[in-house]
């Protein structure tokens, strides 16, 4: 059970490095009970076993609940603290198994689908990014058909990676298939490199996808793209999912399949942010970080740290001004 009887997340006093290593020294529990009352619950999804380059990432969780921010508001024109104002806990991991990533994908599945049908938002730490599939499958169960913005370096709208349909670069593809995710409100950002290839985009242009590229996103500007973004989905229930390789690895080395010329880590938590409050979000991800340090020595993970916590801020500031998830 939760010890805190205000349920809301409070300084410890303590250094980050001591203590229970929970999400930012957030409230810990696996008890469904505990998620009454709850605006966002952090899941872990320690499972890598479907990455096609450098594996890894299934030591992302504890990596970047490490690398944990230090306490009070956020220092720039936002000036908000989102685990102050909402209430979050430390749901803990899916029980993913090794070696059997269907019946990971299930674990995650069900416990995504079990934290929204609380009314809580589940904000997932992956894991490669075919944990997004089990996961924003697990929302829809419960919201219905969503919209998705993809922040990624490649689509992975694959049909199969070399051969295997079952994959980190397949996933997007299944839920659209599936019609878990609509086409028309999917939306990719940050898209570069030499992968994939054109029958996976003329596959996209068939069902209404849209595709930022890095250079568009830098010629309109983030703000801008975000604003249309979020006026293009409206109130409709989203997805947010964030790869780690769509940042420039000058700025998070640790990801299985670098790619120059990606955003800065000021644009990363930026969008993070914007998207948080332009969205009606229901469910976000953070994935494909593999851990290369110890705590705040590992660059990668404490942006994703901070990524996920500018996601909570953003929903912060939308339940401020009175915007609810629905």
């Not at 989102?82 to 416990?111: K, M, N």
């Not at 209404?208 to 568009?216: A, F, H, L, P, R």
Request: net charge negative; aromatic share 4%.
């Amino acid at each position: 059970m939760l010890i805190r009887p205000d349920r809301r997340w409070k300084p410890n006093g303590r250094p980050g490095y001591a203590g229970l290593l929970t999400f930012a020294g957030l409230p810990y529990s696996e008890d469904p009970v505990d998620l009454e009352g709850v605006d966002v619950a952090i899941v872990g999804a320690p499972m890598d076993e479907l990455v096609s380059e450098r594996p890894g990432t299934r030591f992302a969780p504890r990596a970047i609940r490490a690398a944990g921010s230090p306490h009070g508001p956020s220092v720039d024109a936002a000036r908000i603290d989102g685990l102050s104002e909402l209430v979050v806990v430390d749901f803990g991991d899916a029980p993913c198994v090794p070696a059997a990533p269907q019946q990971s994908h299930a674990a995650i599945r069900t416990l995504v689908q079990l934290v929204c049908s609380r009314g809580v938002v589940p904000i997932v730490i992956g894991g490669d990014h075919s944990i997004a599939e089990p996961s924003v499958s697990g929302c829809a169960e419960i919201h219905g058909p969503l919209g998705l913005v993809q922040l990624d370096a490649h689509t992975d709208t694959a049909d199969d990676v070399f051969g295997v349909r079952l994959s980190h670069g397949t996933g997007m593809r299944r839920l659209v298939e599936r019609g878990v995710v609509e086409g028309a409100n999917y939306i990719q950002v940050g898209l570069r490199g030499y992968w994939p290839g054109p029958a996976e985009f003329q596959w996209q242009r068939g069902h209404g996808i849209t595709s930022i590229d890095m250079e568009c996103l830098r010629a309109r500007g983030c703000a801008s793209v975000i604003d249309e973004i979020s006026k293009m989905l409206g109130d409709a229930p989203t997805y947010l999912s964030v790869d780690m390789d769509v940042v420039d690895p000058a700025f998070a080395p640790g990801v299985g399949d670098p790619q120059p010329g990606g955003m800065t880590s000021t644009e990363l938590l930026y969008a993070c942010r914007a998207f948080g409050e332009g969205l009606n979000l229901v469910g976000a991800d953070v994935v494909e970080a593999i851990p290369s340090g110890i705590g705040q020595a590992d660059a990668t993970a404490v942006l994703a740290e901070r990524a996920i916590r500018e996601v909570i801020n953003g929903i912060a500031l939308r339940r401020r001004n009175g915007t609810e998830a629905s």
